[in-house]
């Protein structure tokens, strides 16, 4: 049908997520041959796709346009029947960050619709689950939950500079977004930090060994857990540890041994002293100076600190000085998550853990499984939860009613170990027993092995496990064993 082209009116969002303009190659086009392809509107006649075709025919001074009518009235629908009707263009990534906006405001208000009018926000103390509105978003954009968040914060950024006359600074975060989301967010999003040495002539920071430690005097060892803040909290931009956007490595190195670490490759390549156990006090004082980005408001993970990510703290080999210091340095930043994560749980059960700590241990093995369950009943912090990862064995529990979290998941390629996704089954039998717990479940990017099977190929056995599992242990033995 046609409607009178002064009938029509934009959509109001369309200007403030695209910016169209009709250009003259459209308007010449439009003069020749007419519209071709109709508007889509609404019964009230508000444009959803169309805009330029609409501003080019009023520019010819049409009278009337082609259009199809949309028939739901429904704002939702309208808003993203707009930017679905934009999937094919080819956009900057400050538009796809506004769409993202968008349509993350579209997810919420649905969500809040399904719970009947009431907006219940995220319990502070648990991250989002896998299939929230930021992975349903990234579907539809091509992104990852994670650059969703970067996507549209960033453009948040934008907008408030703007509103504040301060144009050039925009302008500028607009030419980093379009080359890079990441690069773009980490730029305007991280966490400042003041570090109290100096930046030119500054000697190395002092760090010790377990050996080294135990012959300081106590006066030598007051004086290193005073020692100023150098550095600051290292941002993960890898999709595979989204629950945690930072990390923070007062103590480094492992004695596991595990086939499969990735942190002792990290530590064998740059780290001068490997990935023997080493204290760093210089960096116990960057929680405290650490300013939590505006980001956090929004997205839990960019409150998270993975505490220790390059050793286990709670290792038998760690003197207990180390894991005081460590907490101490957690209860002077409150505004701010730190998680734990060890192989020795039995140890966890020494330690009064801060309200912003949780307090994680992992079990790949049923090996494992026994002390964990017992350490946890014990366990006194806040969070606690549960890494199975990689998950090299199907898990049987007892109960998982001491935990709050689960995650779940492979593992990436070592020097010893190949990358490794374990069999879907394991996975839904874990998850039953999590659900029926009421835990939060957290599935890894690297878990899913994906299918890739074609017609007249034979069918894979899928309760068989994966040709990789042969290079993984099954049985933990030595590396078990709690501490006395």
């Known amino acids: 049908m046609e409607r009178g082209i002064e009938t029509l009116s934009p959509h109001p969002d369309n200007a403030r997520i695209y910016g169209d303009q009709c250009d003259a190659e459209l308007l010449e086009s439009i003069r020749a041959k007419g519209i071709l392809t109709p508007l889509l509107v609404t019964e009230d006649g508000t444009i959803i796709s169309g805009h330029r075709r609409w501003r080019a025919a009023q520019l010819a001074e049409f009278d009337a346009v082609p259009v199809t009518i949309f028939r739901s009235s429904d704002p939702l629908d309208v808003l993203e ?15 796809i960050g506004r769409e993202a906006k968008v349509l993350l405001e579209i997810e919420k208000e649905r969500a809040k619709r399904r719970r009947g009018g009431h907006d219940r926000s995220i319990p502070e103390n648990f991250p989002e689950l896998r299939s929230d509105s930021r992975d349903i978003v990234g579907a539809k954009l091509g992104l990852s939950g994670k650059g969703v968040q970067q996507a549209a914060d960033t453009v948040d950024v934008i907008d408030r500079l703007r509103s504040e006359g301060r144009h050039d600074e925009a302008d500028e975060i607009v030419d980093k977004l379009n080359r890079s989301i ?31 430690w135990e012959r300081l005097s106590r006066r030598d060892r007051a004086a290193a857990l005073n020692e100023p803040a150098r550095g600051s909290f290292n941002r993960q931009d890898t999709d595979s540890i989204e629950w945690a ?93 730190f998680l734990f994560l060890t192989k020795f749980p039995g140890r966890l059960t020494e330690f009064d853990f801060p309200d912003n700590a949780w307090v994680g241990t992992s079990v790949d093995c049923q090996a494992r499984v026994a002390a964990a369950e017992a350490a946890f009943r014990k366990v006194r912090a806040k969070v606690k939860w549960l890494s199975c990862e990689p998950l090299i064995e199907p898990l049987k529990f007892s109960s998982l009613e001491m935990f709050d979290w689960i995650v779940i998941g492979g593992a990436s390629a070592s020097t010893q170990t190949p990358e490794y ?64």
């Open 182 to 212: 990441s690069r773009a967010y980490a730029d305007h999003h991280e966490p400042k930090v003041k570090d109290t040495t100096s930046a030119s002539g500054a000697s190395p920071a002092k760090t010790y060994s377990v050996d080294e």
């Open 421 to 484: 996704h374990p069999p879907r089954e394991w996975v839904r039998q874990l998850e039953d027993e999590a659900r029926r717990c009421g835990l939060r479940i957290y599935e890894k990017t690297n878990l899913i092995e994906r299918l890739k099977d074609y017609p007249g190929a034979p069918v894979r056995p899928e309760a068989t496990a994966p040709e990789q599992m042969k290079y993984l242990p099954t049985k933990a033995t030595d590396t078990v064993t709690e501490p006395a």
């Open 81 to 95: 029947a707009l930017i679905e009707s934009n999937r094919q263009r080819v956009k900057t990534n400050e538009q």
């Open 245 to 337: 956007s930072w990390s923070w490595n007062p103590v480094t190195g492992c004695l596991h041994n595990c086939p499969y670490c990735y942190a002792r490759d990290i530590a064998e390549r740059f780290y001068p002293q490997k990935f023997a156990p080493t204290f760093h006090p210089s960096r116990l004082r960057i929680p405290a100076s650490a300013t939590l980005p505006a980001s956090a408001k929004t997205h839990i993970g960019d409150r998270n600190v993975f505490t220790c990510s390059m050793a286990d703290l709670f290792g038998r080999w760690v003197p207990a000085e180390w894991i005081e210091a460590v907490l101490d340095a957690v209860r002077e930043a409150p505004d701010w998550n």
